[in-house]
């Protein structure tokens, strides 16, 4: 079953299809652990955590930031149901340093009143921006 | 008979609302074919994510989720989708009759949830309480709006507030059949479909987490799919409404010039008539 003829990948948002294609693997963030797909694999749901999408086309790599959602993996084919994804260079750096700042100190400085898994996402996120930026 | 003057004036009056209806026209079709490009982009993503959810439902059977239980207190509550502005035919009353004319509806059990100002002030005239109002949204429907409708409502459900959650918006079938349509979005009721090919469909984490990490998400979905099928579905009402609207002047019009020449004909006979008589009356 592992060979790489035409393991096809979907990324949907709300807004666009994002990413069609055939692929030779996939790699992204889960809840449980990063994870590496490769044609072939048990079917399996999984929930997105904010991290990088790595995608290895036959020509070469591709990254993408990917913030939430939650994919669905078949032998044949593997569907993301993205909410939020963006290219590099749709992302803004200054805008992701910003925010990283932001909840960095949200959660050094937290009270009774923080609510600490949305600056945990919220820094989660911004990570995932800068990284697939460089 | 009506003088030349009057029928002149009324013409006139018609033809300016005629051009603004003509100009409305454009601009709302303008806006369907955008509209509409968004609501196909959406569908994609919908169809997927319903396959997804049918085909956990199907796997877990008949799990004691919280999700898919009615609430045992509380009232109905209905996000109702209509638009900010007027002069779209019968698409807010459409959509608004779902809600106030519903049998089995009383207003004192439901909250409505109002988008759009038009369905809001039609609800609240029937004696609905308005819950929460974001007419704003309907300018430009996004989907972190609907994930923001959908964690107040998931909160309201959860603290025992509400027990059914239903969406009340205006399905966009093609440019000129829009219907209006009820769904229930909570407790989730989706067809339990086979499983895909008998492969066995297996989740991280287990089942119940996945169900609740996914059910939010997939309402925001139909929360979202609703907003901008109800944009396309107003775009398109509004130019079927201002395209009759624009035939209904040219008929006017073309009635009024009848009777303006008619009119004139009539005064230059008599005024003929007067001239011969008065010639005569002189010879």
Known sequence: MAENNGYRLRVVTPER?????????????????????????????????????????????????????FAEIL???????????????????????????????RIANRDSQTDLARAETALLRAMARIEVLK | MASM????????????????????????????????????????????????????????????????MPGKTGKKAVILISSNRGLAGGYNNNVAKLVTRNPEWKP??????????????????AGFEIREDHPEIMEQPAYADAMFLTNRLLKAFEDGEISEIYLAYTAFKNTVSHIPTLIKLLPVEVEAGEAQDGA?????????????????????????????EALASENGARMQAMDN??????????????????????????????????????G
């Not at chain 1, 693997?25 to 079917?43: D, Q």
């Not at chain 2, 066995?200 to 901008?228: H, Q, T």
């Not at chain 2, 002047?249 to 003929?272: C, F, G, H, P, W």
């Open chain 1, 17 to 69: 299809v994002f990413y069609e294609g055939d692929v030779e693997m996939v790699e992204f963030n889960t809840t449980e652990g990063e994870i590496g797909v490769l044609p072939g694999h048990i079917p399996l749901t999984v929930i997105i955590k904010p991290g990088i999408l790595v995608i290895t086309e036959p020509e070469g790599k591709k990254e993408a930031a990917l913030h939430a959602g």
């Open chain 2, 200 to 228: 066995m469909m297996n989740f991280e984490p287990a089942d119940e987490e996945a169900l609740d990490l996914i059910i939010p998400k997939y309402i925001a979905s139909l929360i979202y799919g609703g907003l901008v």
């Open chain 2, 108 to 125: 004192e059990d439901v909250l409505v949830y109002a988008i759009g100002s038009k369905g809001r002030d039609i609800a609240a005239r």
């Open chain 2, 5 to 68: 003057r009057d029928i002149k004036r009324r013409r006139s009056s018609i033809q300016s609302t005629q051009q603004i209806t003509k100009a409305m026209k454009l601009v709302s079709t303008v806006k369907l074919q955008r509209a509409r490009g968004g609501a196909e982009r959406s569908k994609s993503y919908f169809t997927c994510m319903y396959d997804t959810v049918s085909n956990i439902l199907a796997r877990v059977g008949h799990v004691e989720h919280k999700y898919l």
């Open chain 2, 245 to 282: 609207a624009t035939s209904n002047a040219e008929e006017l019009i073309d009635d009024l010039a009848l009777m303006y020449n008619r009119a004139r004909q009539s005064s230059i006979t008599q005024e003929l008539t007067e001239i011969i008589a008065g010639a005569g009356a002189i």
């Open chain 1, 75 to 105: 032998p044949d084919g593997i569907t993301i149901l993205a909410e939020i994804v963006e290219w590099p260079e749709e992302i803004d750096g200054n805008r992701a340093e910003a925010a990283l700042q932001r909840a960095r100190e």
